[in-house]
């Protein structure tokens, strides 16, 4: 299985990384795609994958616009990453944000506030 899977920005939807060597996943750009679901669902399946291997992980959202239906689905991840972590998995999630961009900030603490795991909201 591969080391790195990256999934190359597209005009409505976000580049994403998953580097199990570096134990990184990183989610940067704009998030509005027809299918949400299409998008976040290979996020899901590597976490779920590769679980046990993922201690110490680092996860880095960095978005320009997120749509409702990819709110959800980001939501979904986090979700996971909230499970892994109570089963005693080390991580850490990062919520960049444009220090002019309150909507993003909003998002990033709405979801920091509403799950138990560590979370940083960056300005950046």
Request: without cysteine; aromatic residues 10%.
């Amino acid at each position: 299985m591969e080391n790195t899977i990256i999934i190359k920005q597209s005009e409505d939807s976000p580049e994403i990384i998953m580097d199990l060597e570096k134990k990184e996943l990183s989610i940067e750009g704009p998030s509005f795609p027809e299918d949400a679901v299409e998008i976040y669902k290979p996020i899901i399946i590597w976490l779920s994958e590769n679980e046990e291997k993922l201690n110490g992980l680092i996860v880095s959202f960095d978005y320009s616009i997120l749509s409702s239906a990819s709110n959800k689905m980001v939501f979904e991840v986090l979700v996971k990453l909230e499970n892994m972590y109570k089963k005693g998995i080390k991580l850490k999630v990062r919520w960049n944000y444009a220090s002019f961009d309150e909507d993003m900030f909003d998002e990033g603490r709405g979801f920091r506030d509403n799950l138990k795991m560590p979370f940083e909201l960056i300005k950046k």
